[in-house]
T-cell receptor, first 116, second 113 residues
Framework: AQKVTQAQTEISVVEKEDVTLDCVYE???????LFWYKQPPSGELVFLIR??????QNEISGRYSWNFQKSTSSFNFTITASQVVDSAVYFC?????????????FGQGTRLTINP | NAGVTQTPKFRVLKTGQSMTLLCAQD?????MYWYRQDPGMGLRLIHY???????AKGEVPDGYNVSRLKKQNFLLGLESAAPSQTSVYFC????????????FGPGTRLTVT
């Protein structure tokens, strides 16, 4: 099965706290890509990061960091010193190759609320 | 570049009515996709196209039809709308030659009463 699971439906923290969003995936492919998207209250989907299956190095971008572990099939996302503007729904997605196209399989999303 | 645009942004339909959602991209992408987003379910693929004149079914194709007569446009049709089709619809596109993310449109919020 090709599947992405985001077990945390909603998370609520106080501003400046660190928060980690979990993502677990299943795939039979040996080469695959994982993505994180942010959906702010305005509704658009904002691309955050892409990671391929050959690169297990952690990525850091400002207050955002990603931990990719193939051994546990996880691609977790951490926000350090959270801010109110981080409030959004966050989606983890797995890109699969099927039917001649590159399809995205999305997790259910995690709604993150940062309280002032 | 406008990227991916969707028309309309909002629409309310009555059960049984029909409508067409238009997706346009100006990035010369071969691949285009239609997703629907429902609460607690993430985005699910409805139909996709790997090139002009070709379409294929995704995960939840029932009740929808699509057409890709021009490379830059991907149309999603509802022939007889049902309340279960109340959702937010997203169009996306990407090029097969580059390992990039899919570019998403702003979404269309459709309500069927």
């Amino acid at each position: 099965a090709q599947k992405v699971t985001q077990a945390q439906t909603e998370i609520s923290v106080v501003e400046k706290e660190d928060v980690t969003l979990d993502c677990v995936y299943e795939t039979r492919d040996t080469t695959y890509y994982l993505f994180w998207y942010k959906q702010p209250p305005s509704g658009e989907l904002v691309f955050l990061i892409r990671r391929n299956s050959f690169d297990e190095q952690n990525e850091i971008s400002g207050r955002y960091s990603w931990n990719f572990q193939k051994s546990t099939s996880s691609f977790n996302f951490t926000i350090t010193a959270s801010q109110v503007v981080d409030s959004a729904v966050y989606f983890c997605a797995l890109r699969i190759l099927s039917g001649g196209a590159q399809k995205l399989v999305f997790g259910q999303g995690t709604r993150l609320t940062i309280n002032p | 570049n406008a990227g991916v645009t969707q028309t309309p942004k909002f629409r309310v339909l009555k059960t049984g009515q029909s409508m067409t959602l238009l997706c346009a991209q100006d990035m010369n992408h071969e691949y285009m996709y239609w997703y629907r987003q429902d609460p607690g379910m993430g985005l699910r693929l409805i139909h996709y196209s790997v090139g002009e004149g070709t379409t294929a079914k995704g995960e939840v194709p029932d009740g929808y039809n699509v057409s890709r007569l021009k490379k830059q446009n991907f149309l999603l049709g509802l022939e007889s709308a049902a309340p279960s089709q109340t959702s937010v619809y997203f169009c996306a596109s990407n090029s097969p030659r580059a390992i990039y993310e899919q570019y998403f449109g702003p979404g269309t919020r459709l309500t069927v009463t």
